[in-house]
């Protein structure tokens, strides 16, 4: 970078000392010409120095908390996580206690971990910073909490950090409280009604609905698709307002909530579909055995981990007699469980 400088002397010297053209038109040119490339060759110095200088103020080092590297003065202690510019991400679920440890960079040099210290503000009330010392006797806050249902949402904090004679270095952070679960194995126990076409000839049938959960889930957070789903067996025994036989209705069936995220646990509307078979005998009659499929709507009354109460309208579609058994469903029960 230093040729267009000396050139620029030499044509000066020539100039001078007239051995170039004596034409005066010809020395006024080629005098501004060299002006003009001190001129360039000197903003050319200036930015080479300044991105020196740049390079210099932000050195990248590999040094450890015991180093005595000069070059990585003035680069303090930093967050891994936050990437310096984008917040650090906790996720939590209710129920299950949070462990989560926030672990400063230790690419800095000619600190004292007894001087390093962390600032949070805005942690989730019942959330508690402890520390522990971590590899290079370096020191970790660790974040300690177990939400619970009223902590459902998103938490907005900020952690700082700084050691003796830095500035501080902040990372904002995320929390996310989600409650997410699944259950196998509940038993139920229903009031069913049926109301068949044909009630005249087997008038309205009702009783008891024995169900099976098979599995249910809650998934209380911000994922696409429905929050809350059962998948079941029912046995109905139905005795008819008419008949002196009982009916039966067996099913395996399924429900979804229309929801995606509902913060709370009742009231919460629901859809599915039942598939089986109906079993009648008019009196006096050939009985009747048919397969069926029972659109359905419904709304969760209550609806956690333990217990379910739910009430459910379909309307029940035969594949035969569909002139005499197609009708409305209705069912209200409860399932439960003990762990």
Known sequence: ???????????????????????????TAIFVLIII????????ADELSQAKTELIDEPTCECT???????????????????????????AIIGEELHY???????WCSVDWK??????????????VHFSTGANKMKE????????????????????????????SEAPITITVTEQWETFFMPGVQYSLWAPEARDELGVMQGVSIQYLIAAWIHRNNNYGPSHGRVYIDL?????????????????????????????????PYFGLEFGGVYQKPDDQKKIHTAQIC??????????????????????????????????HVKAGLNFSFW
Request: charged share 20%.
């Open 1 to 27: 970078m230093k040729a267009p400088h000396n050139f620029s002397k030499v044509l000066f010297n020539m100039c001078i000392r007239k051995k170039l053209p004596q034409g005066d038109v010809m020395r």
């Open 37 to 44: 490339i001190l001129i360039a060759s000197q903003a050319t």
């Open 65 to 91: 908390p015991q180093a005595d590297d000069k070059s990585c003065r003035g680069v303090g202690p930093r967050f891994l996580e936050s990437d310096y510019t984008h917040a650090i991400e906790i996720y």
């Open 101 to 107: 440890a926030v672990t400063p960079a230790n690419n």
């Open 115 to 128: 001087d390093v210290e962390f600032d949070f503000n805005g942690l989730p009330a019942g959330a508690v």
């Open 141 to 168: 806050p660790l974040i300690i909490w177990r939400p619970n249902r009223k902590d459902l949402g998103v938490y907005h904090a900020t952690a700082r950090v700084r050691a003796k004679g830095y500035k501080w």
């Open 236 to 268: 109905d025994l139905l005795r008819s307002s008419v008949l002196s036989d009982l009916g039966f209705i067996y099913s395996l069936g399924f429900s979804l909530s229309f929801e995606r995220n509902p913060k709370r646990q009742f009231l919460i």
């Open 295 to 328: 659109p359905l709507g419904g709304l969760n009354l209550w609806a956690d981990q333990n217990i379910f109460i739910n009430v459910t309208v379909g309307y029940m579609i035969p594949f035969s007699h569909l002139e005499d058994l197609r009708g409305l």
